[in-house]
């Protein structure tokens, strides 16, 4: 890890001289570096859809440029290097946050939100995700919106998963999340933690027999070829969230601070138009391409599975008055 982020500071450092562009250079203009993972299409849309409005917000002033595709490390790694200022801006599932923010850890808890409109009245308000962004201000950045990154539900090899038992002695493959581990577990399932370029060879070895993830890792990542049973239990809705570093941020100027989080907003907007209609081309081309059968669930057995996990976090007297503020914004008149 440690000859990784040396490459990598090395190598921005040197782009960085030959662009002779720096954020403190204020008569110069501006380039914020933006690196991400791999993503699924509406996502990377958004993400240069908010280079755009960067740049025509600032009126030229300040742009930005892009290292895709996990060119220079996974999502770890890129929050690590956004703790530094080697990048300037990333985006990086809640759930990579989560050993940055326990409070990101939040999103991880199955059947936290009922269905996407909650989920959006929450991501959508300042109140309750403020606090969030700015958790992480003493570790050298800070959030500055949220993508959809769809709903998470299982996808296997020998069967569609229609109940809690089918999990059972089930090899699941999870993101590195205890809460996402504890759900399998509680599923009567084995969790394994892999990163997802891992995902692939190990359902087509038998390392694993299923996965949980959105639609898009189907045709995108190609799970479709091994995996042929997707089913909608819908578990999670953990948010995607670009941080920037708090230095890159705070040397901008007044107007170009506001136009970096009027753009960030906006292109949240946009991610929002055109997410759904990726989501269907997606479902099409799986069934299509590769033959995967979808199916609905009933939902109740598995949120019975989990309560655990929700009583628990009731209780944690650093986390539960963000849980209920969360859940206060539910569709059920009680909140729960």
Not at 76 to 88: P, V, Y
Not at 285 to 291: F, L, T
Not at 300 to 327: M, N, S, T
């Amino acid at each position: 890890m440690q000859r990784t982020v040396f490459w990598v500071l090395a190598s921005l450092g040197t782009l960085l001289f030959v662009t002779g562009c720096t954020q403190t250079q204020a008569s110069e203009q501006v380039v914020l570096r933006f690196a991400y993972a791999s993503n699924a299409q509406p996502v990377k849309d958004a993400m240069a859809k908010f280079g755009e409005l960067v740049e025509e917000k600032t009126n030229g002033e300040v742009s930005v440029d892009y290292f895709p595709d996990g060119q220079i490390g996974g999502e770890r790694e890129l929050i690590e290097l956004t703790q530094t200022g080697a990048i300037d801006i990333t985006k990086v599932s809640g759930s990579a946050l989560e050993s940055f923010s326990e409070q990101y850890s939040v999103f991880g808890i199955p059947y936290l939100f009922d269905d996407l409109d909650h989920f959006t009245r929450v991501m959508e308000n300042e109140n309750i995700m403020e606090p969030v962004y700015q958790s992480t201000k003493g570790l050298g950045f800070v959030g500055l919106t949220y993508y959809n990154s769809g709903q998470r539900s299982f996808y296997m090899m020998d069967g569609p998963v229609e109940t809690p038992e089918d999990i059972q002695g089930k090899k699941i493959r999870v993101m590195q999340s205890e809460t996402a581990i504890q759900m399998i577990e509680l599923m009567g399932g084995t969790a394994v933690p892999l990163g997802s370029g891992e995902v692939y060879t190990s359902l087509q070895q038998g390392i694993i027999d299923g996965a949980e993830n959105n639609e898009f890792v189907l045709v995108t990542a190609g799970h479709g070829e091994v995996a042929k049973y997707y089913s909608y239990d819908e578990h999670t809705r953990v948010p995607d969230i670009v941080i920037i570093n708090e230095k890159s941020l705070t040397e901008l100027t007044e107007s170009q601070q506001q136009a970096v989080h009027e753009a960030a907003k906006e292109s949240t907007e946009y991610e929002k138009q055109v997410f759904q209609a990726a989501v269907e081309a997606e479902k099409e081309e799986a069934s299509e391409e590769y033959n995967v059968q979808f199916n609905q669930v009933e939902k109740a057995p598995f949120l019975e599975a989990v309560q655990p996990i929700h009583e628990q976090i009731k209780k944690d007297p650093d986390l539960g008055e963000f849980y209920q503020a969360i859940r206060n914004e539910s569709n059920n008149e009680d909140g729960g």
